[in-house]
């Protein structure tokens, strides 16, 4: 492998925001800004360092930037920059960097802004971590790295009661993804050393290139379940997306996201666009050979995934609250990604090639709603939707970057031409792809799943724009436009929101194939998958015009309802958005998730059977403290009566022991 002057400084990618968080945590008070400068040039350096291997990526994409090295001869620690990880470097340092200028102003008057810098900075530098990382142990660790710095960011305002409780709702919650994800690699790493013969290969097992080279084996090894032969790799493959399911809030443990937002809206736009939930994603199409080699397991990721993106959209229409509409909205375009992974069993690499397109166009259009809705936040002081109304006329750029923003997220593009949104380009290709698989398994349910989901992402986010920038202000707030600082960012974001998907779409596939074919992975997607791929790939682009046009219409379709209902006001909501009306009821409390999750199953299933062991419990330790007192005193009484206090019987008891004590050394030689 060539060795390039970019790959000598591939290390400083995740360092030198980390070194930022050190700088800033401790000296950061005697800075200008909390010491916001520091991790602000220190991500903008990644970025540059990003870009520069990713362009150099695009030239040659067989020259991969890996560098590995032993530690204590029985962990590994390493660096794989291939088309897959520097997509997502340049992408998570991009936006970061963009968010971090930001929250310059909109943090400006918060006393704890060195605090909200460094942990930021450690927040991102985790996550560079992760992609970067070449080896599955070493991305677990920046995996934790980045869920403690999510628990610490979303609880930064720790004095509210409600932020601290969401910072623990979403840490235990995704704890359970990651307990998964950890006895899979348990699981992996057992398998692997039986099958290497040992652990003299241990120092670079876990090496992606190693797994995967393992891959025909973990797939013969079968294990009994419940009378059913599961081989290993399915079991394997299952916790890994058990892990993904956590942090990238898929159904059901989706739970934390919309708690989430009780931290600062700048950390909401770094957790739901560049860091935290895009992790999950990430870990399955970084691992995707061993996914398309347990099939069984892709179709729970396509089948849960097409579910999530339908299930948040529905609560997704009733909230609110601005921050609350958009988290419900990252959940379901998460599940667009993970639904696009999922049917890498009927339409193989592409797969990862349109959920990873869609990673990155949603990073841009979805930071950019956050941002927005924090421009509209430090304008007027509430997000609540209801109180909004007319701010498209005292805050212009927010209001037009806000639209760009929601036409990306919605998806509207001409198909078949290169004019769209970004989002219109990488989610229309999922939603072909779930055609595709409908026409190959006979198996309609994940592209009706797609296609309801897009109608409702459609009405949700199109309510907002209409509730927030028309009309008359429903109270006596006082808007006003944001700062340059902030709105720079905000038109920055729009651009891309806009062009990239449609300038990049065919080079950005192409690319992305490239990850699991190059010289330092080398693997045979086809023999693995066993599918026919390639002939519904040659098949994409010649499906029914209505099955081109059926995501244009539905995105047009909700538009128009939103339209009808909170611009023209010609349908009375007040019968309809009542707690009387079930359906609405049913929606608002998020089918009732806190209920079941929070009453029933963790205070009075686990806390029940927990009160009833302690019961117990103490029954039987009551017992036996009892009974050892009972049997101490009994022992007392009996030896009190041995205590005469007369003379002469203690001399005598002296002299039958001793006489005892002699009998015996006697006898003990005796048998010497």
Known sequence: MVKTALEEFAFLIPLLPALAFVITFFFGKKMPSGGAIVPIMAIAASFVISLAITLGLLANP???????????????????????????????????????????????????KPRYFAETALFTAAMLSLVLSDNILQLFVSWELVGLCSFLLIGFWYEKPSAAAAAKKAFLTTRIGDVMFLTGIIILTSDLMRLAGGFQDGT????????????????????????????????????????????????????????????????SALIHAATMVTAGVYLVARTFPMFIAAPDSLMVVAYLGGFTALFAGTMGIVMNDLKRVLAFSTISQLGYMMLGLGLGATIGLEAVGISIFHLINHAFFKALLFLCAGSIIHAVGTQDMRELGGLGKVMPITAATMAIAALALAGFGIP???????????????????????????????????????????????????????????????????????????????????VFGGLTQT?????????????????DIGSLAGIGGNELVEAAGHEPLLVLWMPLIVAVAGLAVAFVIYY?????????????????????KRYYQHEIYTEFFSLGIVYGVVALLTQVLDVIVDSIVEGI???????????????????????????????????????IMEVL
């Open 62 to 112: 067989e020259e991969v930037v890996s560098q590995s090295y032993s530690w204590f001869a029985v962990l590994n620690i390493g660096i794989l920059i291939d088309p897959l990880a520097a997509v997502m470097l340049s992408m998570v340092s991009f936006v970061s960097l963009l968010i971090h200028i930001y929250a310059v102003s909109y943090m400006s008057h918060d006393p704890g």
């Open 204 to 267: 670079y097992l876990l090496r992606f290139d190693e797994i995967f080279s393992y891959i025909p084996q973990l797939s013969a090894l079968q294990a009994n379940i419940f009378g059913f032969e599961v081989s290993h790799l399915t079991i394997i493959t299952l916790l890994f997306f058990g892990g993904a399911v956590g942090k990238s809030g898929q159904f059901p443990l989706h739970v934390w996201l919309p708690d989430a937002m009780e931290g600062p809206t700048t950390v």
């Open 416 to 498: 078949g031409t290169s004019m769209g949104t970004s989002g219109f380009f990488s989610k229309d290709a999922i939603i072909e792809a779930a055609y595709l698989f409908g026409e190959h398994s006979n198996n309609w349910i994940p592209y009706l799943f797609s296609i309801a989901a897009a109608l409702l992402t459609s009405v949700y986010i199109f309510r907002l724009i209409f509730m927030t920038f028309t009309g008359k202000p429903r109270s006596n707030y006082h808007g006003h436009e944001s700062p340059a600082i902030m709105t720079i960012p905000l038109s920055i974001l729009a651009v891309f929101a806009l």
């Open 507 to 523: 080079g950005f596939m192409a690319f992305l194939e490239e990850t699991f074919a190059n010289s330092f992975v080398n693997v």
């Open 568 to 588: 023209l006001r010609m349908i009375k909501l007040g019968a309809i958005a009542s707690m009387k009306n079930p359906i609405y009821r049913l929606l608002y």
């Open 629 to 667: 007192g009972i049997l101490t005193v009994g022992v007392s009484e009996e030896l009190r009566r041995v205590q005469t206090g007369v003379v002469q019987t203690y001399a005598a008891a002296v002299i039958v022991g001793v006489s005892l004590l002699i009998i015996l050394v006697k006898l």
